[in-house]
């Protein structure tokens, strides 16, 4: 039993010391990052209009749209990148009478090639008649 123990206790060794295969290759490991700043060519921009109480005058949404076109006109952005993204108006139903409180408003998508249109395009619409952008 003491022969068979030695046996495999040398065996065991044996095979350990195989297994651990040490490389002696001279090794140099590199680690590092790299930033690189771009600037995009293409912006999605999101402005919603929403009409306004002036006084006791309604501005309408019809007003503030003609304002928008004009400045995007004037910007030299294509019709094809100005779209309307979502609209909200009021459900007409003929047996019930239009709620005067009801203020309509719509959100449009412009797609920009140009970032300093924005501003442009922002002071040509009345300010009170912009609901957000984004």
Excluded at 22 to 48: H, M, Q
Excluded at 60 to 66: P, Q, R, V
Excluded at 96 to 101: L, P, Y
Excluded at 103 to 122: C, E, F, G, P, V
Aim: a positive charge; hydrophobic letters at 40%; aromatic letters at 8%.
């Amino acid at each position: 039993m003491k022969k068979l123990f030695t046996f495999i206790l040398i065996s065991f060794l044996a095979t350990a010391t195989f297994a651990q295969n040490v490389d002696l290759r001279r090794k140099i490991t590199v680690t590092g990052n790299a930033e690189t700043e771009v600037t995009p060519d293409i912006i999605y921009f999101s402005i919603s209009l929403k009409e306004y109480l002036n006084g006791k005058t309604k501005v309408s949404i019809s007003t503030l749209e003609n304002q928008l076109q004009k400045a995007i006109n004037a910007a030299g952005i294509a019709k094809s990148d100005f779209t309307i993204s979502n609209l909200s108006s009021y459900n007409y139903v003929p047996e019930k009478k239009k709620n005067a409180d009801f203020l309509a408003s719509k959100q449009y998508r412009l797609k920009l090639h140009d970032l300093n249109k924005i501003n442009l395009i922002l002071d040509a619409v009345d300010d009170k008649g912009i609901q957000s952008r984004t």
